[in-house]
């Protein structure tokens, strides 16, 4: 299985901060990246799939990027409902698999 | 609007088998696109999936579960089911239904339901 390293495992940021998350693969898996945002109690949402593409509805503050090994997701100016958990995930091969979660908090 | 909607006990004994069912609405379950998922939560931690199906009846179990797993689907219920059999304490979570396909996003998912194992 391919394994999928999150960082920082957690960040405390204030609202308008720009926030960065890292995700690293165990091998290349090309653009197959997604990133889920989770506040608690509810499903994960899909924010950003194949690395740097928007799913429909998801604010432009939300960005992604990298390919090969190295990815991020970054928001601009964080937002009050934006504090929430994030996974990464890899789709390049089966199973799937999930970063451990990057918990974003109120500084 | 696509919506997945998980059912089925929130309490199995040890060693017997976890059995859970969701039922797809306001989208096509045949669609040759489609692939539903179970993807499972443990309380306070990470995302683990379970595996998918397809509509004609192609299964992807995750290989750390397969021995235990079945994902059955009915689609003129439109639903599709998880079983998981001797199941221990390590297989409580929120166990969540989903349009997952075994390479590529999970778009859609249900609410989640939670899964105690305890006797």
């Known amino acids: 299985d391919i394994q999928m390293t999150q960082s920082p495992s957690s960040l405390s940021a204030s609202v308008g901060d720009r926030v960065t998350i890292t995700c690293r693969a165990s091998?290349?898996?090309?653009?197959?990246l997604n990133w889920y945002q989770q506040k608690p109690g509810k499903a994960p949402k899909l924010l950003i799939y194949?690395?740097?593409s928007l799913e429909s509805g998801v604010p432009s503050r939300f960005n992604g990027g990298g390919s090969g090994t190295d990815f991020t997701l970054n928001i601009s100016s964080l937002q009050p409902e934006d504090f929430a958990t994030y996974y990464c995930q890899q789709s390049y091969s089966s199973p799937p698999t999930f970063g451990g979660g990057t918990k974003v908090e109120i500084k | 609007q696509l919506q997945l909607q998980e059912s089925g006990p929130g309490l199995v004994k040890p060693s017997e088998t976890l059995s859970l069912t969701c039922t797809v609405s306001?989208?096509?379950?045949?669609?040759?696109?489609?692939?539903w998922g179970w993807i499972r939560q443990p309380p306070g931690k990470g995302l683990e999936w379970i595996g998918s199906?397809?509509?004609?009846?192609?299964?992807y179990y995750n290989p750390s579960l397969k021995s235990r797993v079945t994902i059955s689907i009915d689609t003129s219920k439109t639903q599709f089911s998880l079983k998981l059999s001797s199941v221990t304490a390590a297989d409580t979570a929120v166990y969540y239904c989903?349009?997952?396909?075994?390479?590529?996003?999970?778009?859609?998912w249900g609410q989640g339901t939670l899964v105690t194992v305890s006797s």
């Open positions: 306001g989208g096509a379950i045949s669609s040759n696109n489609n692939y």
């Open positions: 091998q290349s898996i090309i653009s197959y």
């Open positions: 199906i397809h509509y004609s009846g192609d299964t």
């Open positions: 989903a349009r997952a396909p075994p390479v590529g996003a999970t778009d859609s």
């Open positions: 194949a690395a740097s």
